[in-house]
């Protein structure tokens, strides 16, 4: 077993500098704890991870399927409203409300999409748009349960120290990332929902004259990303210790669409890497005399990146180091001269 893991590292990413990139990433994120332990940095990259999963998780549903979702915080606040309703009213620990949660976020959320499916364009778009609206308005009008303007507060941590939350975060979000990666995947030769969810994005119509089931397809995206939507809405108040309206905000659902564009929509990283830039260089000028421009500055690099980088910062680096083979279509090193698996030329 590790002889084989060995050799696919060996083989499959020291010689693509994207995710020979990626290991490294993740590899900082996992050792940064040994080298700064205060709490304020721990929690910045625990909620960046949160927001992490909850972007992929946008980029699953809209960008691989082309379903332009405007309001994917409703999953988000399922996920974090039903965690923190069932620990109040049940006294189930952490684990098992997030999970409950996000099935819930999946179930519901879906439930309440599916007369958009058969909508299109800027129609599904103002539809998913409106469903946040309606769930802050029934949060507003229960407030014996929900706890109203107020939310819920005093809910626990996921484990008993910093270190032990940072890493339990870090282990859900790098899972989640890679199932997703997986599912998405149109090279896999086990998992056919990749291709498939790529062929409704480029044309629904043709896919639907193959003898595709596309709605049954787009449940499965809605599902698939209401699910892991969940999961970071759970993550997130229990991190914070609370739950409130701002979960359905349309702040919360532009912000994953932003971080998504920013770092390069259709590759499952690039929201990541949207996220993980923006998230902590907004936190950090916010604790510094120009706190009250971090907008304006996240708002000026986002527009340079559409400008210069139309295709996102991540997917903009990836073509720079990459290069894909026109013959058996794998990935080299963009300075490479010959495939490293067919050997054909790549000049």
Not at 68 to 77: D, K, P, V
Not at 286 to 306: C, E, W
């Amino acid at each position: 077993m590790l002889r084989r893991l060995v050799k696919n590292f060996r083989f499959s990413v020291l010689p693509v500098p994207g995710r020979l990139i990626a290991v490294i990433f993740f590899v900082l994120l996992f050792t940064f704890p040994l080298f700064v332990n205060t709490r304020y940095p721990l929690l910045v990259l625990m909620i960046a991870s949160i927001y992490g999963i909850f972007a992929v998780s946008w980029d699953l549903l809209s960008g691989y399927t082309g379903q332009i979702n405007f309001g994917h915080a409703l999953f988000f606040g399922i996920g974090a409203y039903g965690s923190a309703l069932l620990y109040k009213y049940a006294g189930w620990p952490p684990v098992v409300t997030i999970l409950l949660g996000a099935i819930g976020a999946a179930v519901i959320g879906s439930a309440l999409c599916l007369p958009a499916l058969r909508l299109r364009g800027p129609y599904l778009s103002l539809f998913t748009l409106a469903l946040p609206l309606l769930l802050i308005e029934v949060v507003r009008g229960l407030p014996d349960i929900t706890g109203g303007y107020t939310g819920i507060g005093g809910l626990p941590r996921i484990a008993g120290s910093t270190t032990g939350e940072y890493y339990i975060i870090l282990v859900v979000m790098t899972v989640s990332v890679l199932i997703m990666w997986k599912l998405t995947d149109a090279k896999s030769k086990y998992v056919r929902t990749g291709l498939i969810f790529h062929a409704i994005r480029e044309d629904e119509i043709a896919a639907r004259a193959t003898g595709i089931d596309t709605i049954r397809y787009k449940v499965l995206a809605f599902v698939i990303g209401g699910f892991f939507a969940g999961i970071a809405g759970g993550l997130f108040v229990h991190v914070i210790k609370g739950a409130g309206l701002s979960v359905f905000s349309m702040v919360m659902s532009f912000q994953v669409i932003i971080w998504s564009v920013f770092g390069g929509m259709v590759s499952i990283y690039g929201p990541l890497i949207g996220v993980f830039i923006l998230y902590p260089l907004v936190e950090f000028v916010g604790t510094t005399p120009a706190s009250d421009y971090k907008y304006i500055i996240m708002t000026v690099m986002v527009i340079a990146i559409l400008l210069f980088m139309p295709q996102g910062v991540a997917v903009w680096i990836r073509n720079k180091l990459e290069r894909e083979c026109p013959r058996c279509k794998l990935n080299n090193a963009a300075w490479r001269r010959e495939c490293r698996a067919c050997g054909a030329n790549l000049r």
